[in-house]
């Protein structure tokens, strides 16, 4: 009688690739983190500059926060073609980092604030590349403790973006102008995507296929939360000025429409996702996952939560307490120190336990504290130096927060949701970031930089406990029973 063949399992190319060939790929997405970092945190010196030099200062915060919106529709489409075609994902990056240039070109040469403004929405495809697209990359070329270990220096990489970007920016303006600054950036994403697509791995489709997962994209479902994000950051962040009139008062015909765009997308988000099931922009069956959920849930909190600071204590310290625009942009500067260390070993923390649980409740239980100091000594006479030192020991949470987003979706998701479920997860700091800066920049625009920060800490405070709390309930993979994959869902 013959023995049953032996049915092996699956190769996976990515693993097997060259260790050149992943070395370099590595290089090209730490290059684009740090690039991205350094992009987002000279935001809040560059565009100020920018806009008194171009005019429409009102407009300027938009620059910011109206890329969340876009972010809807690029993360969850990402996530869909990272899924659908695996051997696609360097193209998708490099494509992504092409984009990124030419937003940083574009800013570079306008004529005004407006062109600044739609430039900066293309960000978002930058964005989701390196956050949906080249995390996934690295989970699929290690394993074991060692995926917790080059994912942990992604945050390693944000320190190191978080650090050089305020200071790096503010050198550049002070000396060259702020067009340069937005000039500065574009040649080393060019870089990254070259070396990312030209030299780094590099696997065909057919070896692939085995890996690929068929859903479609839901177009409707992202236009909907869209149009509700937008319209809530468009009524928050222009409703109200401390200096004269705002641009669309709260109570005038342009507030009420952009209310009625925003219950105009929540409802057909909500209608889409009832009706299309695992077919909807958030898949059911993701969504059913307890792990994806709560990452996706706190990485909204926390990442709402830390906008208060990081984007108006700078503001704070120039305008309210004197300081010079050097002690500002160290305030953030500051932030990224502890990072430069702590990420490899909190990234492989997480693995190790294949639970991001303990990572978060200890870097959480840091933020309270720092928020809590700040909201008790911050004011116009306090010390610069005592400022710093809470910065530097903030700078703890921040790492947990960076390593965690890039660590925690890939070893406590189900490899048959992990892909969309990572972007569901990324999905949730764009939302947090874009909700947050448009609720703090509704406290500041009403209350001035002395009265609305601390008024913004207080809610600050309150989604770290929000974040802190929904921890708890989180558990290792081996624990969490995954929903059924779409294709067995209905058997």
Request: charged share 10%; with cysteine; glycine share 10%.
């Amino acid at each position: 009688m013959t023995a049953a063949p032996q049915v092996s399992s699956p190769v996976n190319p990515f693993l097997e690739a060259p260790a050149r060939k992943k070395t370099i790929t590595l290089i090209g997405i730490y290059a684009a983190v740090v690039c991205a970092l350094i992009q987002s945190t000279g935001l809040s010196t560059l565009l100020p500059l920018a806009a008194e030099d171009v005019g429409q200062t009102e407009l300027y915060p938009l620059a910011s926060t109206l890329g969340g919106a876009v972010s809807v529709i690029t993360m969850p489409l990402y996530g869909w073609l990272a899924a659908k075609y695996p051997a696609s994902k360097r193209t998708v990056l490099f494509a992504s980092l092409i984009v990124g240039a030419a937003v940083c070109f574009v800013r570079g040469i306008a004529p005004n604030m407006m062109t600044i403004i739609v430039a900066s929405l293309f960000w978002a495809f930058t964005s989701a590349g390196i956050f949906v697209v080249s995390f996934s990359m690295v989970r699929e070329m290690f394993e074991g403790e060692k995926v917790g270990t080059m994912l942990g220096l992604i945050g390693t990489m944000m320190s190191v973006g978080t650090l050089g970007g305020p200071v790096l920016t503010g050198l550049i303006i002070d000396n060259f102008g702020w067009r340069m600054a937005c000039h500065f950036l574009w040649p080393f994403l060019l870089v990254a995507a070259g070396l990312i697509y030209f030299l780094g791995v590099k696997v065909p489709g057919s070896a692939v296929k085995h890996m690929a997962q068929d859903r479609p994209f839901d177009i409707p479902g992202c236009i909907g939360f869209a149009l509700f994000l937008g319209g809530f950051i468009l009524c928050l962040s222009l409703g109200a000025s401390s200096q004269g009139e705002a641009f669309v008062p709260f109570g005038g015909l342009g507030s009420y429409l952009l209310i009625a765009v925003a219950i105009v997308g929540l409802v057909l988000f909500l209608v889409t996702v009832k009706r299309k099931g695992d077919a909807s922009m958030l898949p059911v069956s993701v969504l059913k996952n307890r792990n994806t959920m709560l990452l996706a849930c706190i990485n909204t909190a926390l990442t709402a939560s830390a906008m208060a600071l990081f984007f108006f204590l700078p503001a704070y310290v120039r305008y309210v307490m004197g300081g010079s625009a050097t002690e500002a942009s160290l305030t953030t500067t500051i932030f990224g120190v502890v990072g430069l260390f702590l990420g490899p070993v909190l990234g492989k923390m997480i693995a190790k336990a294949r639970n991001a649980r303990g990572v978060i409740t200890m870097g959480t239980i840091v933020r309270i504290a720092c928020t809590l100091a700040f909201i008790l000594l911050l004011s116009a006479k306090t010390s610069i130096w005592l400022v710093f030192i809470i910065m530097f020991i903030a700078g703890v949470y921040n790492i947990q927060n960076t390593t965690t987003n890039s660590t925690a979706p890939q070893v406590q998701i189900p490899e048959k949701q992990r892909v969309q479920g990572n972007a569901v997860v990324q999905l949730g700091q764009n939302a947090g970031s874009s909700i947050g800066m448009a609720v703090y920049t509704l406290f500041i625009a009403m209350l001035g930089v002395e009265h609305g920060l601390p008024a913004a800490l207080w809610v600050a405070l309150g989604l770290a406990v929000v974040g802190l709390v929904l921890a708890q309930f989180l558990r290792p993979l081996a624990e969490e029973k995954a929903a059924p994959a779409p294709a067995e869902a209905g058997r």
